[in-house]
């Protein structure tokens, strides 16, 4: 089974950072953001490759990811083994490519990688978003194995007034993950979907549940996702491709806490995430404390 992380985005968000490195490559900590999405994409079982959507005007991702023995061996010689580890783990990941040269859409992207999913379910990870335990994507094989390896994907509660801004699910839940006494929109509770609506008014909406950037999906999308015309945007959207899935098979929603992710999507989240991080950290925590001085008493950590 393969998982496939879209990265061909021009990070227009990042900007002028993004002019001559990937936004993807912005460093967590001391890891770029892809890696932990890499990682996190490989920890359910049966996930033996990442492919990563890539542009080829962004051949700094495939550099990380390449080998760089001389490299290694300058930190070894200089008894920095401990970082030549570090930069050898990123090389030896199971990482291969695919190009979007035209920013037509995810759906689109995702199609990009049809010809590297050998006809399996597929794994897709948003590369802005990543979940430092690792088990949201294991939660969802779960889901998919206990109904027939249907397709699976994550959604969290949003406020009733924000609806309008996302595509939100229609269904009703069926049960919840083990472990979890949950139902209706509660984290773990598990859905089975009946329909997806693009930005719904609030009155309109079939559930408060949208989806948070982490799917499952059958290999029919791709079929799919062919013969998919351009939808919001002008754009091939992958949303578009899962309703007519629904057409022919079922198709289940896990319920969430985007808390447990870090978002790096935007300055001021990918700021709060190495903050996040950071305070998460045995190595850093005290370090980052001592850096912030003052502000970090104003800020009550």
Partial sequence: MKAIIPAAGLGTRFLPATKCSAKELLPVLDKPVIQYVVEEALEPEGVDGVVIINSHEKPEIERYFASDEPFEQMLRSKGKDALADAVHEASSLPVSFAYQDEPLGLGHAVY???????????????GDYFVPDRQMCVNMANVSKEHGGASVIAVAPVPADQVSRYGIIAGE?????????????????????????????PEEAPSHLFIVGRYLLSPAIMDLLATQGAGAGGEIQLTDAMERLLETEEMYALVVDPAEGCDTGTPAAWA???????LRSDTHRAAFLEELGDAARELAL
């Fill in 112 to 126: 990009c990688a049809a010809n590297e999913i050998d006809d399996d379910p597929f794994f897709i990870l948003l």
């Fill in 173 to 201: 839940c069926v049960g919840a993950l083990p472990g979890y006494d949950a139902q209706g929109e509660q984290e773990g509770a598990v859905w089975k979907v009946t329909g997806l609506v693009e930005k719904p008014s």
């Fill in 272 to 278: 709060a995430t190495n903050a996040r991080m950071a």
